[in-house]
């Protein structure tokens, strides 16, 4: 059974540029999550998604952020513009149904600003 | 506000003997606790986890331990090895939030 796929690896963007995440989840499951990794740290939350519904984003900074799901399948996670301080590694994660099953991540997408 | 916490960045240990991983957190909401672990390059995996319901979860090499009233947890493997030797994320929910919640991270480094 194929991970959780995410695309690109890795990415060198100058600030004020956009970018833009792809991922896909584990065939079945139905909940997806972006989450944004800061050195040193463990990963926060951004975005959940179940099916095409975001019913968690409180913690996704709007003003620059935006995610889309369609069709409940792929996901894309845009920043635009991007800022120094959005250097960090970006995880997709899936699940069967609820976050207190276990999440499946990917091997990221680890962004540098300058 | 670093709901979960681990306060040791780092920690050394000569294979075979007993890893032993800290997690304190201070919401007294959560009530089911993982543990990730993280390879260089990919993404966390799951390793193991706890209900609250519960004070001890043993699988194999690991097992956590969870004390509720002193809102702490450890993980404990036995014996180490090598290819232990990766970053390793505790996490908490409250029910019906959701939403997990990461501490820092552990850098466990398994000597030969």
């Known amino acids: 059974e194929a991970g959780v796929v995410q695309s690109p690896r890795y990415k060198i963007i100058e600030k004020k540029q956009p970018v833009a995440f792809w991922c896909n989840p584990i065939s079945g499951h139905n909940t997806l999550y972006w989450y944004r990794q800061n050195l040193g740290q463990g990963p926060e939350l951004l975005i959940r998604?179940?099916?095409?519904?975001?019913?968690?984003d409180s913690q996704l900074p709007k003003d620059r952020f935006s995610a889309e799901r369609l069709k409940g399948v792929d996901s894309t996670l845009k920043i635009q513009p991007a800022e120094l301080g959005d250097s960090a590694v970006y995880l997709c994660?899936?699940?069967?149904?609820?976050?207190?099953?276990?999440?499946?991540f990917g091997p990221g997408t680890r962004l540098t600003v300058t | 506000d670093q709901q979960v916490k681990q306060n040791s960045p780092s920690l050394s240990v000569q294979e075979g003997r007993i890893s032993i991983l800290n997690c304190d957190y201070t919401?007294?909401?959560?009530?089911?606790f993982l543990w990730y672990k993280k390879y260089p390059a990919e993404g966390p995996t799951f390793l193991i986890s706890i209900s609250s319901i519960k004070d001890k979860n043993e699988d194999g090499r690991f097992t956590v331990f969870l004390n509720k009233s002193a809102k702490h947890l450890s993980l404990h493997i036995v014996p180490s090895q090598p290819g232990d030797s990766a970053v390793y994320f505790c996490a908490a929910s409250a029910q019906g939030a959701q939403k997990l919640v990461f501490g820092q991270g552990t850098r466990l480094t398994i000597n030969p």
């Open positions: 998604y179940e099916n095409e519904e975001a019913v968690d």
């Open positions: 994660a899936s699940s069967f149904g609820l976050a207190r099953d276990e999440q499946y």
């Open positions: 919401n007294s909401m959560f009530d089911y």
